[in-house]
Structure formats: C-alpha cells, structure tokens
C-alpha cells in the first residue's frame, strides 16, 4: 500500500504545546495526519527505543506508518516503518542496504542535486526544506518555490515540503505536486493540536477537498 | 578466531594527548592494543560513519577487531567486528537479533544481575566498571574487586575491565581470570601513547610473560 503523505507529523519535544508526547501524536493523527516521524537528537538510545515502541503503539492503532529520523538502528529494532536520513546522517545507498526493500526511505534534499542523489539511492520520498524561516531549525537551508519546481521535475518519488509550513502557506503547493505537508510546530506547538491538523491538511488538499 | 581482549582500547578524543585519532589509534595498536572500540557521542551520524571507516583501515591492516559503541548502525554500515552497548543502549537481546550471530556483541555491566543477563542475552563479552574513579565517566558506578570477582564467578564469557585502569593497578586482574583492561586515558591521554599501552600490557600479562 502507498503512504499518504499529506500530512507528514515529525515530532519535537522541545516545541510541543504538551508534554505528553504519545497524546500530542494521537491528538495529531485523529485531527488527519498521515504518518509520523519520530525524531529525538538529545536521549540515550534506550530511551528513544522505548519512545519509538509507545509512539508505535498509536500509530499502528491507526494504521499509519511511523518514521524515525536519523537512527537506523532504533527503526530496526523498534519495527519501524521507515528511516528519514538527512545529508549528515549514514549516507542513502548504505541506508537502502541496511534497511532492505520493504522499509520506507526518506531523504531530505535542498536542492536537484541531492534531490536526484537521493532518488538514485534508493529512497522512497524526499523531505524538501527548509521552505521558510522555522524555529525548529534557524539553520537550515531554505529552498525557494523555484528551486522546489525544479526538484519537482526533476525527481518522480513523492515529496513533502517541510520548514516553515503553515496556514498561511499551506496551499501553495499541492497544484505543484507536492505530495505532503510535514509539519512539526503549526500541529504540536498549537492548543489545539487536532484541530491545527486538520485545518492545515483542508488547506494542502483544497477546501472541502479530499482524495 | 577468538579475539584477544587483552588491551582493549576505547577511544575519547576529548582527552587525546594529539588531535589525530588515526595516529593514536595506530600508535596504541603498535604499543599492544589488542581491540579498538570507537566511542562518538556528539558528532552526526555521517561523521561517525566516515570516522569509522577511516579507523577500520588501521584495525584491518593490523588485523584486529573494530568495535563500534552504542551505535548499531553505524557499525553495520560501517563493517565493523561489532557492538558495545551499555545500560541505556538498544538492549542486548534486541541487539543480537539485529547483529546476527557473526557480529561481536559487548555488553557493560556494573553488577552480577547485568552480567548474567547480558550473557543470556547473547553477550560475546562483557565490559565491568567503572572500576576506578575516572574523568572520562565521573558519573559512572563503580564496581568493587569483590563485586568484580563474584560477576568472573557468575559468568563464562571474557570480561574487560574498565574505568581508571591504570599503570598502578593493571597487575590485580589476571589472576582473577579477568581477560583484559579496557583503556582511555591510560594511552590515547599520555604523551607516548605506544609506550604506554606497551607497559599496560606487559604489566596486565606479568612482567615478561606471554599467553
């Protein structure tokens, strides 16, 4: 079965508008997200281990795959559905033969050129970003519409957006044939997490739109 | 082929006495390290990997084993001999299974009961201590000799000791059937790294003694 990826949940427990990580994902799935990456840089890895197994629980509840960022090891041995590397983590033709066929691949690309290394090593969608200026990452390479255009033509794997994305800007792109919305503060920072995905999710598909 | 635990060398490039960590490691190896695990905490997955690779070309040249710390998939996309995992890793059962038979899984522990079930969990080895107060690991627990002994009664696996090994105490564990002394600072921290690890050896073995 193909991923839905419209609206990509990647979680950041420092941004969260609860400390409840597991209720923060629920909130987010039951509001319309479609798949969820965990991504954690700061704990040991038996913590995040444990973390991948509960945030599992929810997701394979509702029958959407989980990612884990970065840690092969940890999506491995928690039975995850995929890995989302970045370009400063295990390169993603080594990933691809790590993790076989039937695991998801996810790679974050800036620009064409990565964007084609990418697909060339095996992964099954991209991570494209940052689109705006973000909190999450002050530091990340912003990519401009244009250069989104140019990814988009250039590649034929699904892409989500991610960085910056919100309701202002929620529905510029699904006309462009981005895939998804990855999203991390406009769903877990805001009140109403459940309500702020599905807000954001009518927005990317059109209003009253569905698929 | 059985590995020779004798001096096992885990790295700390906080407290080298150079900023090469190749050159280190090959001094350390020349000097009489027997095994090298390769500790990272604060660097990105691809440096760790690069890292890796870059020490596995001295490991394979001196055809010695290259152990990879808490990281699981960075010593497989690495090729490296194994693993070492410690109390807040990936736990050791869901380790094996990852690693296969072939890999060399380490375990620390700091108790009988950790011992024992790090070997049922498939542990090649074990690494106990901290044996010695340490700056490398100050909030470390600290095993005692007696408690050293009743985990060498417990267990049938080799163990390494670690965590303050020093010229000053390297003699007190072979006759207790331990099979070797885990060492940072003791090497990589002093000015003639080679030499250094040359006198934990000799030391370790009984002065002008070989197995």
Known sequence: MKPDYSLYLVTDRMRMSTKALDKAVEQAVIGGCTMVQLRE???SSLDFYALALEIKKITDRYGIPLIIND???IAMAAGATGVHI???DIPADIARKMIGKDMLLGVSATSVEEAVNAAKAGADYLGVGAMFPTETKPDASHVSMEELG???RAVDIPIV???GISEENAML???MGINGLAVVSAVIARPDIKRSAA???SL???KGGCE
Do not use: A
Request: no cysteine.
């Open 41 to 43: 840089k700061e704990i």
């Open 150 to 152: 140019k990814i988009r």
């Open 86 to 88: 970045g370009q400063k």
């Open 161 to 163: 957006v991610i960085g």
């Open 199 to 201: 807000t954001l999710k």
């Open 204 to 206: 990317f598909l059109g």
């Open 71 to 73: 840690r092969i090891d």
């Open 173 to 175: 792109f699904k006309t």
